[in-house]
């Protein structure tokens, strides 16, 4: 898309204004980290230092390339293609998929009229601002967020006394929508006409697009309600999938704490988690990569991305135990590498287990790790409460959501099977494009190139005869909701373009971009694409009929559809499998013709 920075020089004062302290320290690039001046560093506190420097080097990036293009008219950013349709920018740094630092620089090159009298625009545009601003006014009704912008019109006027900025959740962004809300009310008074020349892209999110996905996949009512897939009105507050997920954590551990059984260990950790607020940002991310069956040990990273390590560690009346931090910097490592064989989600490693079970051990030799909430320094964590945490939002999404629960195992199922017949996994989308699944196992391959040097070196060859089982497995289901999304991501463009003259979009995967103008366009566009995904037959059906073609074309008549009985022949052996029967997934008691009444499919 033919878009540009239109870094205007008001709007880099804004970002770099030395009058203005509160503008002015949003970015690090001329902050240092406290921890420079100490002299020794433990490992927690080398990460800290690491992160702070790789934002700070983004940003020094990003701003460099903007003051090179600020003033360019007009320049493009490739993107590419993957495998299975979705977009990418090609660039580095500045582009609309970069930090929210990046997306607030740009604009679109080709501005767009706006009557100065649209009010729908307006709205979009205010929307806009409050989901920007955060605080929870995000999570509020469409006419509630209105009404923040217009009550606090006065302060976004003079945006740069730093009243708002300072407390908003999104900095950058904020202070781009300040700019064009001026604009815009400066224009009702200017006597130029009756039209506004916008560029301004107004970003919003799709709710827990892998879930949408997912629940209409499986047709399932119970989580189609938590998802706003449902119908509701701009008076209605907006479902919150992460809010409820927090409240059953919640009842989760209460009902843990209610075994007589429980060592002290862990009966002190269930009433650590049971009394903690569990804040929706903080297992925000974890929740939303498990679609995309992100490994455990990811989970609980997310988990931690909101703690710092306290520096103190625990007696836990162990005679010998000392205050030895570096001793116990493996310690969390070795917790985590414990929970590498759960990286798929599945069910039968967390229903057989108790949560804590695997950690329990590693706290006899007399060591807690400590960690401490960046936003509430009194919330503290054992390193074991995030395992526990992960565990138990995985638990919960297992065990709640039934459909879910059978898809997954569908899925899985599937992959398997194609792996025991040594095929690839493909699946014809709508686009016309052939997504083709085949990871194939990797050999490593030592060798000595010089006869002078004992040095050796690492070649990664990938076996062409045998695929890489547990890849194919755990990459099928994050892999098919990424193709869907890119499905309906082109579907959406594709009658975009073809709907009008407008030419202003872009996308960042579940997040479209366009000027205010547009916006009503594009939610109802979504709706339809997802109609046409779902509606008459569903995806899925269309899905299992193409891999049971795929597995007829290699075995013939081994391979009995009516009866769901695979026969077959491999090494002298004859191998009987049950192909999953795709019915049972399908709750069919939801209406998917509901979404067309959805206000908050895009929130």
Known sequence: RDIHPRVRRQRQMCIRDRANDDIFNLTLINKNHPLEKKDKLNKYERKELESFNSKKFVEKNILSIASVYEDIHEFFIPVRLDYRGRLYCMTSYLNYQSTELAKSLLMFSKGEKILKTDVNSMNYLKIFGANCYGNKIDKKSIIDRIKWVDDNELNIRNFHNGELIKSADSKFLFIAFCFEYNRWLNSMNDGKGEYLKTYLPIQLDATCNGYQHLTMLGLDD??????????STVNDVPEDFYGVISNLIKTYFNNKLSDENLTDNDRDMYKRLSELTIQRNVIKKTIMTIPYNASMLSGIQYLKEDFVFDGKVADINKSNCKDNIEKIDNKYDEELNINKELDYLTTESLDSTDASKDTKSKYDKGYKVWFRSIKDENVRLQSQDFVCLCKAIHHVITNEFLSLRNLVNYLKKVAEICCILHISIPWLLPTGLTANQSYMKIKNIRFQPLNFSNKKFLLKIADHNTYDKNKQVRSLMPNLIHSLDATSLIIL???YFDSSNAHNIYAIHDCFASTANNMTKIVELLKISYLSLYGDENYLMKFDKNIRNTIKNQIGDD??????????????????ITYPDVNEIFRKNYNIELIKKSAYIIN
Do not use: A, C, R
């Open 493 to 495: 463009l594709h009658n």
């Open 559 to 576: 391979f009995d559809e009516d009866q769901l009985k695979i026969s077959y022949s491999l090494n002298n052996k004859v191998i009987n």
């Open 222 to 231: 119970d989580l189609s309600k938590y998802l706003n897939l449902k119908e």
